[in-house]
């Protein structure tokens, strides 16, 4: 089965500090990538995903990741992190295999707190 | 378009009781998915269905099922309740057009079960 592992459980930080978050999955084959963000009392939202092309993909509120093949690694960066960037950072792979192909393997997730 | 809802979104019984979750795909989807969210184990694949069959099924007891309509609403049930159940269930849909394909996942804000 796919393990994701998101390396860091908790994550404080003050505003304009630079953020990355780590994730790596373990299924060698073909898979697709995604960040959600779940803000306190709020739904999971799509951040950002990876499908294909370009490794570097861009997403919303200044979030980009990169997916690196040979760490099978898909980490979550921003620049300059906001008090409103705190919330709950959750990745999650779906790979190309028939039987589990509609299936989301999650991390744990990581709470990010940003300090004003 | 309005976002995946979810009815109820609170709910408190008691061990053996059952319980049924509905969810309301964003208009078009087809695929609609369930999660469990808890705390020790965090995001839990339970099931997937596309055109009113279940194609995908995670390690769940026989207990949790389900059933989707030709109008892409779906419910969860859950039979015999226990303790550990108690959890947060988010149901995601995909605007995937085939089943053999991936695509996004967009969730609802879930219900809060609570067995006592």
């Known amino acids: 089965a796919q393990s994701v592992s998101q390396h860091n459980h908790h994550v404080i930080l003050s505003e304009a500090a630079s953020l990355e978050l780590g994730c790596n999955y373990s299924?060698?084959?073909?898979?697709?990538l995604f960040w959600y963000v779940q803000y306190p009392g709020q739904h999971l939202q799509l951040l950002l995903k990876y499908f294909s092309g370009d490794p570097l993909v861009k997403g919303i509120k200044g979030f980009e990741a990169e997916f690196i093949k040979s760490k099978f690694s898909f980490n979550l960066r921003k620049p300059s992190v906001q008090w409103s960037d705190t919330a709950e950072y959750f990745c999650?792979?779906?790979?190309?295999?028939?039987?589990?192909?509609?299936?989301?393997?999650f991390g744990r997730g990581t709470q990010l707190t940003v300090w004003p | 378009k309005a976002g995946v809802t979810q009815t109820p979104r609170y709910l408190i019984k008691t061990r053996g009781q059952q319980v049924t979750l509905s969810c309301s795909p964003i208009s078009g989807h087809r695929s609609v998915s369930w999660y469990q969210q808890t705390p020790g184990q965090g995001l839990q694949f339970l099931f997937e269905y596309f055109s009113e069959t279940q194609r995908n099924k995670g390690n769940f007891p026989g207990r949790f099922s389900g059933r989707q309509f030709s109008n892409s609403r779906s419910e969860m049930n859950v039979s015999t309740l226990e303790l550990g159940d108690s959890a947060l269930y988010l149901c995601?849909?995909?605007?995937?057009?085939?089943?053999?394909?991936?695509?996004?996942?967009?969730f609802g804000p879930g219900t809060r079960l609570t067995v006592l």
């Open positions: 999650a792979v779906n790979d190309d295999r028939g039987s589990t192909l509609g299936r989301l393997y």
């Open positions: 299924y060698g084959g073909t898979v697709n």
């Open positions: 995601a849909s995909s605007p995937k057009t085939r089943l053999a394909i991936i695509d996004t996942q967009y």
